[in-house]
């Protein structure tokens, strides 16, 4: 196996391996460093005998210029079999070279792991990393809890079947009040950022300015969308989601205060 961190122009070979990986991310892809446009960037692999990239992790750089050090970050990262040992010390060599680059004080990982992986957390924990057990689940940079939902094939009356009886009372709910859900576009965002504040004030969470939504609608490209919702031409909800590596995720979703009855 042959360590490289990664020169920018050969970012497109790995863009093209973490978006077939069964482990890739949108957080993984080279497109974020773009939204991230704050943070510095690195990239590293490993590859195999063939030359070939067997495995890497996309690293955000956060300087802290008053005491002259920095933060190493891999959002949903590293991208490889998270249970081969030997490729995670590999990767984890070319991250200390770029924690020496940057005068780094603490590296961070996030990967989707089950939250009672043994095996995982033990190789980890044999690596140096020390598991943050947190609260509710919102006190990490990315949720600490994530649900998924396998499609499998089944089509949309299929899944819609699945959902809990109140939830599908509820979609019906709002089909006969006739509320319309489109994909948006960048000139809906002032509709989805004036949701958002409502929202976090509402819940009791901090939320993203607009350039950073209109950072990711630019960035990401055909990977993400934003959907509202709207009633009697009134915008009342929205949702921003990405689709990048055969998973679709939901990101941020907003709604109003007002028109509650119709869900």
């Known amino acids: 196996m042959v360590l490289e961190i990664l020169d920018r122009s050969l970012y497109d070979e790995f863009e093209r391996f973490v978006i077939s990986h069964e482990g890739g991310s949108v ?26 990239i067997v495995a890497g992790v996309s690293i955000l750089v956060r300087i802290f210029p008053f005491i002259k050090t920095s933060m190493l970050y891999a959002p949903r990262g590293p991208v490889c079999d998270l249970y081969d040992e030997d490729i995670m010390r590999k990767l984890q060599q070319g991250v200390d070279l770029a924690a020496k680059k940057h005068n780094a004080h603490i590296y961070k990982i996030d990967p989707e792991v ?90 009791g969470f901090s939320t993203r300015p607009k350039a950073y939504f209109e950072r990711m609608l630019t960035a990401l490209g055909g990977h993400v969308r934003l959907y509202m919702a709207y009633y009697d031409g009134e915008a009342v909800a929205g949702a921003i989601t990405t689709n990048y590596a055969g998973k679709t995720c939901y990101i941020y979703g907003a709604s109003s205060n007002e028109h509650r009855r119709v869900m």
């Open 27 to 52: 957080t993984q892809s080279v497109l974020w460093h773009e939204v991230k446009g704050n943070w510095l960037s690195e990239v590293v692999v490993v590859r195999g005998e063939d030359g070939e």
């Open 114 to 203: 089950l939250n009672l992986d043994a095996k995982f957390i033990l190789l980890a924990q044999s690596m140096g990393f020390k598991r943050y057990f947190g609260g509710t689940g919102f006190e990490t940079i990315q949720a600490r809890f994530n649900y998924r939902l396998y499609l499998n094939g089944r089509s949309e009356d299929e899944l819609f079947a699945n959902l809990s009886q109140k939830t599908r009372y509820n979609v019906r709910v709002a089909r006969k009040h006739g509320v319309e859900v489109r994909v948006g576009c960048m000139e809906e965002l002032d509709d989805f950022s004036r949701l958002m504040a409502v929202t976090g004030e509402r819940d």
